[in-house]
T-cell receptor, first 115, second 110 residues
Framework: DAMVIQNPRYQVTQFGKPVTLSCSQT?????MYWYQQKSSQAPKLLFH???????NEADTPDNFQSRRPNTSFCFLDIRSPGLGDAAMYLC??????????????FGDGTRLSIL | GQNIDQPTEMTATEGAIVQINCTYQ??????LFWYQQHAGEAPTFLSY????GLEEKGRFSSFLSRSKGYSYLLLKELQMKDSASYLC???????????FGTGTRLKVLA
């Protein structure tokens, strides 16, 4: 089945040690998103790509970077994770359409823990 | 500003009907989406409205009034597996951005 795949499902890293989360999709969607979600909170958009066009949210910390080498793959790099960065990280895709919003398709998420 | 409001928690009984409300204020509107999220899992798409009125999909229906900035998700014949968080999200017009509410945690009791 076409889907959005995130690896790993669980990631543990040390305070200050860089970590990379990955996302791949077989839906061939133009738009890819990274969200941070903490317990009982709304998913918070960090950034999104329309094809290779990168869009950063104003309040996304500089500590968070992203790469999209091709349509299928997108990476989230956290350069120096702090304790406050422990969260579920969700990757999502959507098809670009001028006619109206399109539903987002989410991966299973990566739960990041910081020691 | 951008704001989406949903009740924090609701409780209902198996077999009953429950309505989860969502009000929104966003700059631009290009559709309202409902997602279901079980604890520790990713959101899954349930329903979508871009025009006023009711959309029905099996046990789930969603209603939209754009003039009132209001939507609801109606769940019929509740089952235990419907215990989850229900997220309301708005696609801002002219962008590919979606703003999410904090979700409504629904508990279905036997």
């Amino acid at each position: 089945d076409a889907m959005v795949i995130q690896n790993p499902r669980y990631q543990v890293t040390q305070f200050g040690k860089p970590v990379t989360l990955s996302c791949s999709q077989t839906l061939n969607h133009n738009v890819m998103y990274w969200y941070q979600q903490k317990s009982s909170q709304a998913p918070k958009l960090l950034f999104h790509y329309y094809d290779k066009d990168f869009n950063n949210e104003a309040d996304t910390p500089d500590n968070f970077q992203s790469r999209r080498p091709n349509t299928s793959f997108c990476f989230l790099d956290i350069r120096s994770p702090g304790l406050g960065d422990a969260a579920m990280y969700l990757c999502a895709t959507s098809r670009a359409s001028q006619g109206g919003g399109q539903p987002q398709h989410f991966g299973d998420g990566t739960r990041l823990s910081i020691l | 500003g951008q704001n989406i409001d949903q009740p924090t928690e609701m409780t209902a009984t198996e077999g009953a009907i429950v309505q989860i409300n969502c009000t929104y204020q966003t700059s631009g509107f290009n559709g309202l989406f409902w997602y279901q999220q079980h604890a520790g899992e990713a959101p899954t798409f349930l329903s979508y409205n871009v025009l006023d009125g009711l959309e029905e999909k099996g046990r789930f229906s969603s209603f939209l009034s754009r003039s009132k900035g209001y939507s609801y998700l109606l769940l019929k014949e509740l089952q235990m597996k419907d215990s989850a968080s229900y997220l309301c999200a708005v696609n801002r017009g002219g962008t590919y951005k979606y703003i999410f509410g904090t979700g409504t945690r629904l508990k279905v009791l036997a």
